[in-house]
């Protein structure tokens, strides 16, 4: 739950009467899900999009590689913000903004204030009013510590908040994605080849080799691209710390002020979609450029293009286009009314929450996130790979029989030279 959709008094209570697994437990799972997106988000990347992927490799290298990838990017994306984000929350509270006596400090966990209430002072003071509620936590001890300044308690949370956003996507695009370095270092050190795995059952060493050989060349330009877009990533936050402390009321400065939510945590500890979309970025660019061929560049710029479009959006786009169907046939209420007039809005209507469904359109709601993920798994996860599979076929083939010509006629040219040569003796 994000502290951002805490107004009142009702939406706190609200907020602490969430549905549960009780009844139909798939209904509840979808329910649970549904509220928790990064969670979510977990569930549809490695049921839908990773699994299938292993499933469709080509050969155990690189079914290997596709196991690291899932199971690293599941371990360091999902579950290391668990023990990584409390620790660094609570580090950044107390060294960085210096409001909390001790690293265990209860009151830590003010760094939950939502950036929309950072905005300014009058703002920051109605906030932490709400939080404390909603945690039951004093913060009188940390207000002292600023004579009552709700301006300066602003700034000393913005810094926090964003000295903890740099380290995490610095963490969290680095880790992931030096994976596609690792597998390579793996399959080389395992098979003594330095090509693309994919290819291993498709052709000679030789050939894979020479494929290879062009591209391993270029190979510190590639890292030295991924660690610029690190470096880009990494420093990011200071452009909405800028936003948020300027007194300069400039377009970019109020767009920043009026985005700047979308940059929240739920509980202090889960990203939202855009920074952990931003960290998507470091990691698949690490990923992409740790390619060992023309022909994996092509596989890694399309799977991952395709993974990010389901990621941040295949679902929506799906769920909208299901929820009206199901309103129109068959007389449900999935679809929300009470929405924004944006453009992005009127191309993909936003559908209701689950748990704010009647409980027939909640079993409705239900079937029809298990029937996303299920399209999303043969279209993503089983369709791409297989017409993947082909190009990489197609390239290796290609590849081949081009060699096959230029040995056939390297043959006729010597075998010609013989002739030349027996006739002039």
């Not at 690792?182 to 052709?203: D, H, L, R, V």
């Not at 990010?308 to 799906?318: E, H, K, N």
């Amino acid at each position: 739950m994000k502290v951002s959709q805490f107004r009142n008094k009702s939406d706190i209570y609200n907020k602490t009467h969430e549905a549960n697994f009780k009844g139909n437990p798939v209904v509840g799972l979808a329910t649970y899900l549904d509220e928790r997106v990064l969670l979510g988000k977990a569930v549809l990347d490695i049921i839908a999009l990773d699994t299938p992927q292993i499933i469709m490799a080509n050969n155990n290298q690189e079914r290997r590689e596709k196991f690291n990838k899932c199971a690293w990017s599941a371990f360091l994306g999902y579950l290391s913000p668990l023990i990584t984000l409390p620790l660094t929350n609570r580090f950044a509270m107390k060294h960085i903004a210096k409001l909390t006596k001790n690293f265990t400090a209860k009151d830590a966990n003010l760094i939950q204030l939502s950036n929309k209430y950072l905005i300014n002072a009058e703002e920051t003071q109605k906030g932490v009013e709400l939080l404390s509620k909603k945690l039951k936590t004093d913060y009188s001890p940390i207000l002292e510590k600023v004579g009552g300044d709700y301006e300066k308690l602003r700034r000393k949370i913005i810094n926090a908040k964003n000295s903890v956003l740099a380290f995490d996507l610095l963490f969290t695009a680095s880790s992931i994605g030096c994976i596609g370095f690792f597998n390579n270092w793996q399959t080389k050190k395992i098979t003594k080849q330095n090509g693309y795995s994919a290819e291993f059952s498709m052709a000679d060493k030789d050939t894979i080799e020479k494929r290879a050989e062009n591209f391993k060349k270029k190979e510190p330009l590639r890292i030295a691209a991924w660690l610029g877009i690190l470096t880009a990533l990494t420093l990011s936050p200071l452009l909405l710390k800028k936003g948020l402390t300027s007194q300069n009321a400039g377009r970019f400065n109020n767009y920043i002020k009026k985005i700047a939510s979308k940059f929240d945590y739920t509980d202090g500890i889960f990203m939202s979609r855009l920074p952990f979309f931003m960290s998507a970025i470091g990691l698949y660019s690490g990923i992409t450029l740790a390619s060992r061929n023309r022909t994996e560049l092509k596989d890694t710029s399309i799977r991952n293009t395709v993974s990010c479009m389901a990621y941040f959006g295949g679902d929506i786009l799906i769920g909208s286009v299901l929820g009206r169907l199901s309103d129109k046939f068959f007389k449900t209420n999935l679809m929300k009314t009470d929405i924004e007039k944006s453009l992005l809005n009127k191309l993909i209507p936003p559908t209701k929450r689950l748990k704010d469904l009647s409980p027939g359109d909640r079993k409705i709601g239900a079937a029809l996130y298990w029937a996303n993920l299920a399209i999303l798994a043969a279209c993503m996860g089983f369709g791409i790979p297989y017409l993947i599979n082909k190009m990489i076929r197609k390239d290796v083939q290609k590849d081949i029989l081009s060699n096959r010509q230029g040995n056939f006629s390297n043959n006729t040219l010597q075998t010609s030279n013989v002739f030349e040569d027996f006739k002039l003796s």
